[in-house]
């Protein structure tokens, strides 16, 4: 490949770096000192589009050093810019730092070491898209604190449904709670004449049949319940549907896009529901 900017010494390393994305990773397309999107100055060493439709960028250099590129993180975290950004460097004979490689994960940087075997991955990357979420586990009660924590990470490793999935699931059993308190404290609708009451399980029933029958019945009380209101039982009802969707894979650059945001607007409003809830609880 061709470098204008990369000094002559490094020319060989990323080669090394550009076959290795191709023959073991499968990333298509190799481009060398590039604009990786038209809204960023940005040019990495090397970059091409991964079969998971994430852009796979590199920057090879002498060591593993990443404070030039937080600025480029911010980017493409903001702009929400699917990318999986790594840093590589040539081992040497004196041992690299590791908090050089640690801090370079932390930020959601990938690191790669080439040796005379060829590349070795250190630390895989983060997806930067997935990485500017709002979601503070201090928001939370203390009893939830660790699952909110292993949502954040498990959707900044790159299974964003299934960080979803966790928040979902807090959801849930608050909302059953909430519902079950509701109808303990006659907050529900007497039977019509020739209705018949519901055998459901307000426990382990069906989710979203639960929340159907709660509908149906629940009358709004501002005084007793003064926060569980239409909007926010059609918000709880909203989640049912996000959570019944099955993930299916983006077939290009611009649905990758499109979902990693779908997702974080998921993400937050999940966050944000769960606070609400919360919130409702100890009204009830």
């Given at each position: 490949m061709l470098y204008k900017f990369l000094p002559d010494h490094l020319h060989s390393t990323a080669d090394q770096v550009a076959e290795y994305l191709g023959e073991d990773r499968g990333v298509a397309g190799i481009k060398a000192e590039t604009q990786i999107e038209a809204a960023l100055q940005y040019r990495p060493t090397i970059h091409g589009l991964s079969p998971e439709k994430y852009i796979i960028a590199v920057e090879v250099q002498d060591t593993p050093n990443t404070t030039s590129l937080d600025s480029v993180i911010l980017d493409c975290a903001t702009r929400a810019i699917p990318v999986k950004l790594f840093v590589a460097f040539l081992s040497s004979a004196s041992p690299v730092p590791h908090n050089l490689i640690e801090s370079a994960h932390k930020k959601g940087l990938g690191v790669i070491e080439i040796g005379q075997?060829?590349?070795?991955?250190?630390?895989?990357a983060f997806p930067l898209s997935l990485l500017g979420f709002r979601l503070d586990h201090k928001n939370f009660p203390k009893k939830l604190r660790g699952t909110l924590i292993e949502a954040g990470n498990t959707f900044r490793d790159g299974s964003p449904a299934k960080g979803c999935a966790l928040v979902y699931d807090e959801i849930e059993d608050l909302s059953r709670t909430l519902i079950k308190r509701t109808k303990k404290k006659k907050l529900w609708r007497k039977l019509k004449?020739?209705?018949?009451?519901?055998?459901?399980?307000?426990d382990d029933g069906p989710w979203e049949k639960v929340l159907e029958l709660f509908e149906k019945f629940f009358v709004v009380n501002g005084k007793k319940a003064p926060g569980l209101t239409s909007n926010l039982i059609h918000r709880i009802a909203a989640v049912t549907a996000y959570r019944n969707q099955s993930g299916h894979k983006p077939k290009s650059l611009s649905e990758r896009i499109k979902r990693d945001q779908e997702m974080r607007t998921r993400l937050e409003s999940a966050g944000d529901l769960l606070l609400d809830l919360i919130e409702v609880a100890s009204q009830v």
């Open positions: 075997a060829g590349p070795r991955v250190l630390r895989e004449p020739g209705e018949k009451a519901s055998k459901l399980n307000l």
